[in-house]
């Protein structure tokens, strides 16, 4: 008998994967007993913080929280937080009185009442939100969520949250890239994770920029999460959609975009724009998706210690999918590729004929 045969004739033991399951009080099981105690706290965020509703405001608001909380941290200057510790809401009165946190007061108004009822760290509570509010975004993958995070003993110093004029107030510097390169390097985050994190902007938009107007998305879908961010960002800017001057903003390619000038910049940015970074997520679904959940579970861990957290990820539910042809890049309504600036670096002409734009 040839040998192969005999070895598949020889007895075999199957090791079955034993994992233990822990159920909880509510039905639920779960791998750890410690993530019972999210499972209130999830049904609570869906159906009263964020009402059922989909991609909506209140859950931009709730994703843009968990950045500027997570952000309070340096990894060479400990007086500058300690991360995603929950200062900004639990030193309130200090914190959104930064410019750079203004309109933070409404997911403060959103979630305080919430945290009142839910015996979770604060810290915990922020970022648990802003994973849970990513899932109701078509086009993100499900996110990862570490539990246990310590609560904040002070709060952030001003400077920490980067703004889209960002100037590093000690080096009286106005180079907006290189700022927040630094900003957010400071804090553990590299260029490559920065616009990953960015992706972000895919799903949000800006009540304060323009005092005149609210709620100006930041691309023409800001209820899916797609690429068409990394698109109009690239784009020749020609309009503002409301008044212009305002700081922090610049024209926009799009009518009822809002495009801010930090955007602006890392998409054209040689550290940010070329094929590693804005260009490499034009219409490239996955990719975006995938960097930015890796970034995302980073940025959620800035300045704890992981190693006495526990992985929850299991509690948190599967985002709706984006079909294909959701998911692909298009060229707004009137725009063709000669609308991407010839300055821009000459790589970028790639980004625009990958979806074929029409000429
Ligand atoms: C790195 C530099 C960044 C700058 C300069 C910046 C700046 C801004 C500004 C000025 C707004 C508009 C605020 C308003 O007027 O209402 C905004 C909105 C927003 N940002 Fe960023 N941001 C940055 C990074 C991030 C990151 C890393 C995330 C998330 C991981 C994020 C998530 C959001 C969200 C979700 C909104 C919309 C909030 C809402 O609709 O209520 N941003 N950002």
Redesign the pocket.
């Known amino acids: 008998m040839n040998t192969r045969l005999m070895s598949l004739l020889q007895p075999r033991v199957f090791v079955a994967a034993l994992t233990h399951r822990v159920v909880c009080p509510d039905g639920n099981t779960v791998s750890n007993e410690a993530c019972c105690a999210l499972f209130p706290v999830l049904e609570d965020i869906q159906t009263s913080m964020f009402a059922d509703e989909d991609c909506s405001?209140a859950a931009?608001?709730a994703?843009?929280v968990?950045?500027h909380d997570a952000i309070g941290f340096s990894n060479s200057n400990p007086s500058m937080g300690t991360g995603a510790d929950g200062s900004i809401f639990i030193f309130a009165e200090t914190e959104l009185d930064f410019d750079a946190n203004?309109?933070i007061a409404?997911a403060f108004n959103l979630e305080a009442p919430f945290i009142a009822k839910h015996n979770i760290s604060v810290a915990d509570f922020i970022q648990f939100s802003a994973a849970v509010s990513l899932t109701k975004c078509p086009g993100i993958l499900r996110p990862t969520f570490m539990f246990g995070r310590v609560d904040a003993t002070f709060p952030a110093p001003d400077g920490t949250v980067?703004?889209?004029f960002?100037v590093d107030v000690l080096k009286s510097s106005q180079k907006t890239v290189d700022d927040?390169l630094a900003r957010?390097g400071d804090a553990g985050l590299t260029p490559a994770e920065?616009v990953a994190?960015?992706a972000?902007?895919s799903?949000?938009?800006?009540?304060?920029?323009d005092p005149s107007l609210s709620g100006l998305p930041?691309d023409s879908t800001p209820s899916v999460f797609d690429t068409q961010f990394f698109v109009e960002t690239q784009l020749r800017g020609t309009l503002f959609p409301g008044t212009g001057g305002n700081q922090?903003e610049v024209e926009s390619a799009v009518a009822g975009v809002l495009r801010?000038q930090?955007d602006a910049n890392l998409a054209r940015d040689s550290a940010t724009a070329r094929l590693s970074g804005w260009q490499a997520n034009v219409n490239n679904q996955a990719l975006m998706a995938s960097s930015f959940q890796q970034a995302?579970a980073k940025?959620q861990v800035l300045g704890q210690d992981v190693s006495k957290m526990v992985d929850c990820s299991e509690v948190i539910l599967v985002p709706p999918i984006l079909s294909a042809s959701a998911a692909k890049a298009f060229s707004p309504p009137g725009l063709t590729h000669k609308d991407v600036p010839l300055d821009a670096p000459s790589d970028i002409w790639q980004c625009c004929y990958l979806f074929a734009l029409p000429s």
């Open positions: 405001d931009h608001t994703l843009r968990a950045f203004l309109g409404d980067p703004e889209p960002h927040i957010m920065v994190l960015l972000s902007h799903i949000a938009g800006a009540d304060d920029v930041f922090g801010l930090s995302f940025m």
